[in-house]
């Protein structure tokens, strides 16, 4: 038969009776006015992530204690981004731990990423303060592995950018008019309840999750 | 377990699952936890009303447009780089991914939870063509080290406790002693799989919403081994039914407050995975191929039939089954097939055919449980009657796969004496005057009494007919 099975698949649902297609009915997602940061946070901490506020000068001298005090040895950053570069300077040289550059295709560093880096930080576009989530659009200079595979994923979100819900987020930023390659709302710490609902962190993504929130004060 | 066996047998199976004490206590644990959670997350009865019906149409409207909606899907997503695929049947379908697969070298592949996949015996066709694939979600991972098939369809390893699940790694991962601490045992999985990951040449997925607009796929889980799967490997498969579309970007966003709530009463999942495309020029990790494959496998059928079609509507989020009186008791692999509990009972007879699983659609009490909680109004009872209908007295249309197998020449006149006994006064009163007077001797092991009283008392008849006793007390006609 030349009819493909796209062809004939299309042809029987085309052939089934239509029906009415009903409109969306009115409905609202919460609305946190002044509350959105405290309940972001409530609900990031209720996830198991670590927040702390910080300001736009004082954040990588906090982190660089945060990670020192977990024994965090290698860090890979995105050197390319704004915050990889005050990440970078800094820093400073000699400092531990020490800074890994992500600025190859993934199958150069593949052994790095997947088995030595113990922490990654990042950039987040925004957060939902609804049910406590990071929205991340990985780019070209920060990829999607970063939020993925060490251990310690670090995320950086600015309070002005915390939004009530991701139908709001979603409408306020246009994100229909144009995706990126991947999208993804981050939660909390990789984790699972498979075995008798016990919750356990770190299952295969990051087992700590720490977020900063660059407070809006500090402009 | 469920791969080879193509016919229901629910009775039988649904006997031994009674009779097992552990089995039972791991399933009443899940279920009781799961419906607390639930509760708590849709404390709000205005809020889930208002949630709920916009659930319902959002999805019944993308049904409503499903060909133009899956044409749209097929061109945003070709034009931002995904290869779209189309399959009539599980067979075309493991062989359109057997093709990817084999098109690009690849011999080691890593899975991400799909029920679509489990659908297919995808694993099987793969293993029997050289190929290895590894599921990586934990409990699918747990179930795929034990040779069983997920008992449920969020949770696969619920049927086993967590001693079950300390001796099978023990048994299954060299080097790994015998420990029943949970946090110990995750680590361990997470150990034996992340070099899995890193070494598979192709990453195999399902979907829970593919957006039509802007050639979108919506991937939701807690671990992180969906997000690796689909982005580590430099190739991903994903594989969904054609009635996962949606029309818009923004429809995502009740869904998303209905299906993980509802599933196991979280807020959200830990990760909320939208991909678009493969990895674009100057990315630096990313598959550099995704390919998506639309399955029908009956789905087009069901779709023929506006009533069945709700059946479509579904969003996979298991609520139907966590409090279903009956699932919570037998477990999921009573159901024999992939999908158990009461979407399992509209879904597999429609998919697999009345005459290879029409005994699902009576292991019902028709208690509404399953109706009340679903998030997308999905009429499950009514569902369930239609298709025991359609068993014994198939519509004009033949609207379902096997319709009309159910029929019994004794269901039958049975029910035409029923009938005429009681659409007849004195054929009526006749029979109630015999009942009455010889009912009590009719032994316990009678034909079509019997069933009834292996489980049960015998029941005892009056000696005098309502009506008799109705005379008696001086009531007259009406």
Known sequence: ?219 | MAADARISNFGAKAHIALNDPKLRANFRRAMDGLMSKRAAQFADPDEWTALRARGAAIRARALAQLPELLERLEANCTANGIQVHWAETTQEANAVVLGILQAAGAKRVIKGKSMVTEEMHLNAHLEGNGIEAVESDLGEYIIQLAGEAPSHIVMPCIHKNKAEIAELFADKIAGLAYTENVDELTAAARAALRGRFADADAGISGVNFAVAETGTLVLIENEGNGRLSTTLPPLHIAVTGIEKVLEKLADVAPLLSLLPRSATGQPVTTYVNMISSPRKPGEKDGPRAVHLVLLDSGRSRVYGDVELSDTLRCIRCAACMNHCPVYTRVGGHTYTFTYPGPIGKILTPQLEGLDCAGDQPHASTLCRACADVCPVEIPIPDLLVRLRTEAVKPSAAAAVKGGGSGKSRAESLGWAGWTLMYGHPLAYRLATWGMALVGNWLPASAPMLKQWTSVRTKPKFAARTLHQLAREKGYGHE
């Open chain 1, 1 to 219: 038969m030349s009819e493909t099975p796209r062809a004939r698949i299309l042809a029987r649902l085309r052939a089934a009776p239509r029906r009415p297609a009903p409109e969306r009915p009115h409905w609202e997602p919460p609305a946190f006015g002044a509350g959105a940061k405290a309940k972001f946070r409530a609900m990031m901490e209720a996830s198991h992530a670590d927040v702390h506020e910080v300001t736009r000068a004082d954040w990588p001298d906090r982190l660089r204690t945060i990670l020192a005090n977990k024994g965090v040895e290698r860090v890979l950053y995105a050197p390319a981004t704004l915050a990889g570069a005050q990440l970078a300077s800094a820093w400073g040289d000699g400092n531990s731990p020490r800074l890994m550059a992500y600025d190859r295709p993934v199958e150069e560093m593949k052994e790095v990423l997947v088995h030595q880096v113990q922490a990654a930080v990042t950039m987040a576009r925004g957060g939902i303060a609804q049910t406590g989530s990071l929205v991340l659009w990985p780019t070209a200079d920060e990829p999607r592995l970063m939020s993925l595979l060490p251990p310690i994923h670090v995320a950086l979100v600015e309070e002005s950018a915390i939004g009530d819900s991701l139908a709001v987020t979603m409408a306020a930023q246009g994100w229909a008019a144009g995706m990126p390659t991947n999208a993804v709302l981050i939660s909390g710490p990789s984790k699972t309840a498979d075995i008798e609902q016990t919750l356990a962190y770190g299952v295969h993504g990051p087992k700590e999750l720490i977020v900063l929130v660059i407070s809006d004060e500090a402009k």
